[in-house]
């Protein structure tokens, strides 16, 4: 099927399972430890593999010995680059996942020690000798920052509408401001794990991955082998946040692992080793320049970023939603990239949106304070309905200012003291902050398998993912709602690279393209149980579990009495996405407590008004905004992967260094989605959410900050060292 005019009134407008608050049908499983996660797969005969990874930053291995590991008691066998053959690099991998004899980040895996038990494998792993020819590396982005040059790819070039330099030069009123944002780390529960199984020529991986597709086609590339050659299951993962979209070093040294020891291998990656081992998301350093008019409008806007990564990697795209926010009939944006030889940049949840608005959403507060204008109000009158540098090319929905007025609203935004430092509760100082949300939507081709068998029972087989966003249920409750079945009558499985591909878990995309990928399919078995009880499917209504065509009414299971049903098909996309700007629109309002003697920061109130669309599963999706918002609260005060900038490599590689917020921090959060279709978006008229819920929040925290101390911190994370040598006297 392919999507290439708006939606019209189809079975999912009828909101009888789709759009219902539904609890996770795989929650029972979770919460009694029966899901079946990549480590805990039953591989009969499993032996244990345990990564070394390299000493230094940048440089070569000069020799490896091996020799006492392999004499160790239990070892199997050694895997190191030499051992291995010839490996190419996937598609979306920048460094080799196994390196030597160049080394090209700090903690790089080297070699895989692989022996009876676990314990055995990891002692035997402190046995590999290594040397190296240490080089000089690259570490420092400011530092680097002038020899960054303009990466490489259409959708990195700068752009420019009008006149931006002389417009803002002429501006009345203006702001000429430095942000930076640090290296981050994802920090999912689960680590990277698989289990490899090699069948003949056919290798199996048990994997913690998110796009299943996109990581078998790598796992083939990299080994040399056909791609029908390499099965992926993962059918539950334990947080992902774009950590695990494509194919790591774990899985390709389990796959290598189990064939020299021929015999299925388990790999983990320990957690001091996932920081500088897998991806993060890289710092920038952003200048951002906005002139307005005396009256509040914007005359000029310009977003320049600076990010670092391994050559040939690509940049953090921070200036994205500075081309689409806010009206300005002058504009510029750039981005550079420097080479750095840290561990890999890659996509963390919101790449782009979430470190870009950290600082377009300060700014904009800090330049509605020059304009003695309120925050909220300045936002509002920048609106605009149409892209600012295609203005014949209309958004599909935009519904920032109803978010931003309603959030206000209820947030109790009036009672705001605009005059800093001014609100006391006892020696806390109260502030309250907003910020703008906004994420592009994206869409992808999706494709299930739909089969109904003779007791009525509905099973959707489909490659997509879940990563903790409740996939399960919403796929589950777009079949129910499409053949009119109860959600006990559906069976949905996923994760599996035999299953048909689907759009997979990433970029905000999965959930309203993987359900419309069910919805192709499920579209075809309709027509298909028609032909099969002679109706005409054009008039056919089910539900209750049964056909109905007039007077008529046939139990939906007789169309499989001599044998299932099966139908698939997937969902492709025109060019509706080049007509309409897509975007998914919302507000963020916080209220902090500053210690006024310590610097202490506290988050006492958090609210998200969003407008993403048809909102298939309320519960679930205030599930993944509330998660987005807590992570947004560790971005503003507490994450920041610290770089030993001798060594090259992150220092707090663990989660008792590198923190972020736990029960105690979060207060009460609260979460409104505005009733909107998108029927530009997708048959489903939905889009997505879970990243919308990160974008801005940093922002609403730090302009809080400011709010009830009067100390702007442009450097992030707002840590009471930044606050305590200008906060007011007390």
């Known amino acids: 099927m392919k999507f290439t005019t708006p939606a019209t009134t189809n079975p999912i407008d009828q909101l009888k399972v789709v759009g219902r608050a539904t609890d996770r049908i795989d929650g029972p499983m979770k919460t009694t430890g029966t899901a079946p996660y990549a480590y805990e797969h039953q591989a009969p005969n499993a032996a244990y593999g345990y990564v070394v990874h390299a000493g230094i930053a940048k440089g070569r291995i000069t020799s490896m010995d091996v020799s006492e590991a392999k004499r160790a008691p239990g070892v199997l066998t050694v895997v190191t680059a030499d051992t291995a053959g010839k490996l190419g690099k996937g598609n979306f991998n920048t460094a080799k996942l196994l390196g030597g004899p160049e080394i090209q980040h700090y903690h790089q895996a080297i070699a895989l020690v692989v022996a009876e038990t676990f314990e055995q494998a990891r002692s035997a792993a402190q046995l590999v000798r290594v040397k190296y020819d240490q080089q000089k590396g690259a570490y420092d982005l400011a530092h680097a920052k002038d020899g960054a040059k303009p990466p490489s790819g259409d959708d990195n070039k700068d752009s420019k509408v009008g006149d931006f330099a002389g417009a803002f030069a002429a501006s009345p009123v203006r702001l000429d401001a430095n942000y930076t944002t640090p290296d981050q780390s994802h920090a999912m529960m689960e680590p990277h794990a698989t289990i490899a199984a090699w069948e003949g020529e056919k290798v199996t991986l048990w994997t913690a991955n998110q796009m299943i597709d996109w990581s078998r086609g790598d796992v083939a590339k990299t080994l040399g082998i056909a791609k029908e050659n390499v099965r992926l299951v993962s059918p539950y993962i334990g947080g992902g946040f774009g950590g695990k979209l494509f194919l790591r070093s774990e899985a390709l040294l389990a796959a290598l692992g189990a064939k020299a020891a021929q015999r ?365 918002m807590t992570m947004g609260v560790g971005a503003a005060l507490m994450e920041d992967l610290v770089i030993d900038h001798r060594g090259g490599f992150f220092v707090n590689h663990d989660l008792a260094g590198y923190e972020v917020p736990v029960h105690a921090d979060i207060p009460h959060q609260e979460v409104v989605f505005l009733d909107e279709t998108d029927p530009i978006s997708s048959p489903m008229k939905a889009k997505g959410v879970g990243e919308l819920g990160i974008c801005g929040v940093a922002a609403a925290v730090a302009n809080a900050v400011y709010n009830a101390t009067g100390v702007r911190v442009r450097d992030y994370p707002v840590t009471l060292d930044k606050l305590l040598a200008k906060m007011p006297m007390v």
Not at 551 to 577: C, F, N, Q, T
Not at 593 to 604: F, I, K, N, P, W
Request: charged share 25%; net charge positive; glycine share 12%.
């Open 264 to 628: 299925p291998v388990k790999v983990a990656l320990a957690r001091p080793m996932m920081f500088n081992n897998t991806t993060h998301r890289p710092a920038t350093i952003q200048r951002i320049r906005i002139g307005a008019t005396r009256e509040g409008k914007i005359s000029a806007i310009g977003h320049e970023s600076w990010s670092g990564d391994l050559a040939g990697g690509g940049p953090e795209t921070a200036v994205l939603q500075s081309k689409l926010l806010y009206a300005g009939p002058n504009r510029m944006t750039k981005m550079r990239l420097a080479v750095l030889d840290l561990p890999e940049g890659n996509a963390m949840r919101a790449p782009g949106e979430a470190p870009g608005l950290m600082a377009l959403e300060i700014a904009m507060d800090e330049l509605a304070e020059k304009l003695k204008m309120d925050p909220v109000t300045f936002r509002i009158i920048n609106d605009t309905t149409v892209d600012p540098a295609k203005r014949d090319r209309k958004f599909s929905q935009r519904r920032l200012v109803e978010c931003l007025r309603s959030g206000a609203d209820k947030f109790g935004w009036s009672k705001r003291s605009p005059q800093p430092g001014k609100m006391r509760d006892g020696r806390w100082l109260i502030g309250m902050g907003v910020a703008a949300a906004f994420r592009n939507n994206l869409v992808q081709k999706s494709a299930a398998r739909v089969r109904l068998d003779g007791k009525g029972i509905v099973t959707v087989e489909t490659d997509m993912t879940d990563i903790g966003t409740g996939s399960y249920t919403i796929i589950a409750q777009t079949a129910a709602e499409m053949m009119g079945v109860t959600l006990d009558q559906v069976v949905v499985k996923l994760g599996d690279s035999d299953f048909p591909v689907s759009a997979g878990s990433g970029g905000q995309w999965g959930g309203n393209s993987s359900t419309a990928g069910v919805y192709a399919a499920c579209v075809k078995l309709r027509e298909a149980v028609a032909q099969k009880l002679g109706l005409n499917a054009a008039e056919a209504e089910f539900a209750g579990g049964a056909v109905r065509v007039g007077g008529k009414s046939i139990a939906l299971r007789k169309a499989a009495e001599g044998g299932d049903v099966v139908a698939e098909d997937l969902m492709e996309y025109g060019d509706l996405d080049k007509k309409f700007q897509q975007s998914t629109f919302g507000a963020h309002f916080v209220e902090v407590a500053v210690d006024a003697y310590t610097g202490e920061t506290r988050v006492r109130r958090m609210l998200a008004v969003c407008a993403a669309g048809r909102i298939l599963n309320p519960k679930a999706a205030r599930s993944q905004v509330i998660g987005a």
